[in-house]
């Protein structure tokens, strides 16, 4: 079946514009995540969706990151007022269900803020 | 919080040969570990899951080990090929349970010469 997609898959900005990556899960997985991972780096956890649990947003840097999830549908990353060191990838896991289940990512998005 | 270790970044070996991974983690022992691969310019792929109660793990030629008396986890391939080649991570419950929130290594880097 169909894994985790992402789009854009590349998105070149200049800094100080807003910007929304989407995440279309695996269909009836109810965990959704978004990480970050700049280059060379490790992945940074920014936020988690369980069903409709209040999401975990402890990862999120700044008040300028935002998350939202339709039900259990797609979801949408927005970065406002992006700063060149929002550049990264930004990747989306999702999982069939909360607990010790395996991850499965999408491709990411690259993001560069020029 | 949980912190993980990744001792290596990079580690060169010879095809045929045993690659062994280690992965370090301090504070509380984890209810599982898993093992993730991350070829570049893509997100990760899941591998292998090992519970608290496993001392051992194998798929093909994987084999994962789990000593919560180390903190250890070691990540074996045996019969190593160049396609093998590529950023293997750990990752274990960020909050101690089974939440199933990742907290990630900053993976390893194998290559595997011919």
């Known amino acids: 079946g169909a894994g985790v997609s992402q789009s854009p898959s590349n998105k070149v900005t200049e800094k100080g514009k807003d910007v929304e990556l989407r995440c279309d899960p695996i269909s009836g997985h109810t965990a959704l995540y978004w990480y970050r991972q700049r280059l060379g780096q490790g992945l940074e956890f920014l936020i988690y969706?369980?069903?409709?649990?209040?999401?975990?947003k402890s990862g999120l840097p700044s008040d300028r990151f935002s998350a939202e999830r339709t039900g259990e549908s797609v979801s949408t990353l927005t970065i406002q007022r992006t700063q060149q060191e929002d550049s990264a990838v930004y990747l989306c896991?999702?999982?069939?269900?909360?607990?010790?289940?395996?991850?499965?990512f999408g491709p990411g998005t690259r993001l560069t803020v020029t | 919080s949980q912190k993980i270790e990744q001792n290596s970044e990079a580690l060169n070996i010879q095809e045929g040969k045993t690659a062994t991974l280690t992965c370090n983690y301090t504070n509380y022992s984890p209810a599982y570990l898993q093992w993730y691969r991350q070829d570049p310019g893509r997100g990760p792929v899941f591998l292998l899951l090992i519970r608290e109660n496993e001392k051992e793990k194998r798929k093909e030629r994987l084999k994962v080990t789990f000593d919560t008396t180390l903190k250890q986890s070691l990540f074996h391939i045996t019969a190593s090929q160049p396609a093998d080649s590529a950023t293997y991570l750990c990752a274990l419950d960020r909050y101690g349970g089974s939440q199933g929130n990742l907290i990630f290594g900053k993976g390893t880097k194998l290559s595997v010469k011919p």
């Open positions: 969706f369980q069903g409709n649990s209040a999401p975990d």
């Open positions: 896991a999702s999982s069939p269900r909360q607990g010790a289940y395996e991850q499965y």
